[in-house]
């Protein structure tokens, strides 16, 4: 399929020359009997954007002019001849036999100016009942709806890539953090779930988005509808969409679900931007947690040790993108006047380079993530010393009797103890130094304290433990 070429196609110097500009496809210049300069018309053209709409243009023509030879607006005849060409053109099109013009002022004046010189006076017939305005918000919502599908295999291929990765990590011991401090010991695959958590619940953003998008703006004309006997019912189902939309005012007016997209995007984004700050830090010397694939990381013009997660930054920069476009369809957006304004073209290149980025920073992110090594040794060795089991041993001594508050204070003052006399973990005192803090400790703590053992007893709903988080594996699996 055609995506939208580089800019340059329509530079201002590709523009047509003063007086001929785009004159087999302009559709308004019965009105005006000036044109504008080549660089003014470049200006206000937006077929270098919306040529990747020209699929969802060519099916809602097909369904809007089988629909007025249905209602007898055109002959019937006629609309079997365009309908055939339309399809002819959309084989053409995918083939590569057909160009689409990139200076065309956008890519609904392309298909109209190509039916009639094609068809003649039959081409001239296609445009009964609609305006570019119902039209653009039409290809727009199917070109998003396939869009939206495509960002959610992509999500559930990242899902399954994280959910296989965690399974393999229930029991891998690591510190869990505040701060940035280590604060108590999870497990990698517990800490993987906790991304897949997000993505997941991105999933079904995306999924909620739908039911709003999934709507039919076509009969709405540039902003009254039509007197003609449009059937609105009919080009809805036969587009696939699950009613027509409202009121026509708002149908070309609206722009809620860009800006919703947007909004889902830049969360997707910056769920990513997360993840992979975390694994900048894993991979750096000091951690030493991950290994990143040498085909997954780069080196250095001028160090020759280097070795570094340049993909991973660049998904947390990408983010930026995200959160700029959102910006930008909120302010196109603010204060714009009903109905339809020319300002609304610009919704497009926004909107695509967030569904643009997001994809490929799924897919980057997949494949970083599913070549990576873990090094369960340094992530265990990260476990002690920290006191990482200081919260344990307060539990320990609450399971036992002991008032929280007072068991805070008790496992505080170990923990001062253990500083005092150089020693790194809590399990390093004898049972006599620990009992003259507490008659309580008995033999027993020691194991109780054991990273992995402090994981296995935090099961409840949602904790590290292995089995729980065994069970949130299956539960996340079970909603892709
Ligand atoms: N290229 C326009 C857009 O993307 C299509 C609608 C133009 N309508 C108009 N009345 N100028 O919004």
């Known amino acids: 399929m055609e ?5 340059s196609e329509s530079s201002l110097s590709a523009a047509p020359p003063p007086g001929k500009t785009g004159e087999s496809s302009l559709l308004w210049a019965g009105r005006l009997a000036e044109k504008p300069e080549a660089e003014a018309f470049a200006f206000q053209a937006s077929i270098h ?6 699929f969802e243009d060519i099916e809602g023509s097909r369904s809007h002019v089988m629909m007025l030879g249905k209602q007898g607006i055109i002959p019937a005849e006629t609309a079997g001849l365009l309908d055939g060409e339309l399809a002819r053109i959309a084989e053409e099109l ?3 036999k057909l160009d689409i013009d990139g200076e065309a002022e956008d890519i609904h004046s392309f298909i109209e100016a190509l039916l009639t010189r094609r068809l003649g006076d039959a081409g001239r017939m296609v445009h009964a ?6 039209q653009v918000a039409l290809d727009f919502r199917l070109y998003l709806k396939r869009a939206l599908a495509s960002i959610r295999d992509e999500i559930a291929e990242t899902l399954r890539v ?3 990765l965690a399974e393999a990590h229930t029991e891998t011991v690591m510190p869990g953090y505040t701060h940035l401090q280590r604060a108590q010991p999870v497990t990698l695959g517990h800490w993987i779930c906790a991304w897949a958590s997000g993505l997941e619940r991105d999933s079904s953003r995306l999924a909620d988005a739908l039911k709003r998008l999934d709507e039919c703006p ?29 009121n026509s005012m708002d149908s070309v007016a609206d722009r809620d679900f860009a800006l919703e997209l947007a909004a889902d995007f830049a969360i997707i984004a910056t769920h990513l931007s997360r993840f992979c700050e975390d694994i900048v830090i894993w991979a750096s010397e000091e951690f030493g947690f991950i290994d990143l694939a040498e085909s997954w990381s780069t080196g250095s013009s001028i160090m020759p040790q280097k070795k570094n997660p340049d993909f991973a930054e660049l998904i947390r920069g990408k983010q930026a993108r995200t959160a700029g476009n959102l910006m930008t369809l909120l302010s196109l957006l603010k204060g714009l006047p009903y109905a339809y304004d020319k300002d609304l073209q610009e919704d497009k290149e926004a909107l695509f380079d967030s569904l643009d980025t997001v994809k490929s920073c799924l897919r980057m992110f997949r494949g970083m993530m599913g070549s990576a090594r873990f090094d369960a040794g340094r992530m265990a060795a990260a476990c002690s010393g920290g006191f990482l089991e200081a919260t344990d041993a307060a539990e320990y001594l609450v399971r036992k009797g002991m008032p929280f508050r007072k068991a805070h204070e008790t496992a505080a003052l170990i923990v001062r103890d253990c500083i005092d006399s150089g020693q790194k973990r809590i399990g390093d005192r004898s049972l006599e130094q620990l009992k003259g803090r507490s008659a309580l400790f008995e033999n027993d703590i020691y194991r109780a304290l054991e990273p992995i053992n402090c994981v296995r007893a935090r099961s409840l709903p949602g904790g590290p433990a292995p089995a729980e988080v065994r069970r949130q594996i299956g539960i996340l699996r079970g909603r892709m």
């Open 3 to 7: 995506t939208d070429k580089t800019l």
């Open 49 to 54: 954007i919306d040529r990747r709409l020209v």
């Open 94 to 96: 995918a083939a590569g």
């Open 129 to 134: 009942g609609r305006s570019r305005n119902d």
């Open 162 to 164: 994280l959910l296989d």
């Open 218 to 246: 076509l009969g709405s004309g540039a902003l009254a509808g039509s007197a003609l006997p449009l059937d609105r019912e009919e080009t809805a189902r036969s587009l696939g969409f699950a009613r027509p939309t409202l």
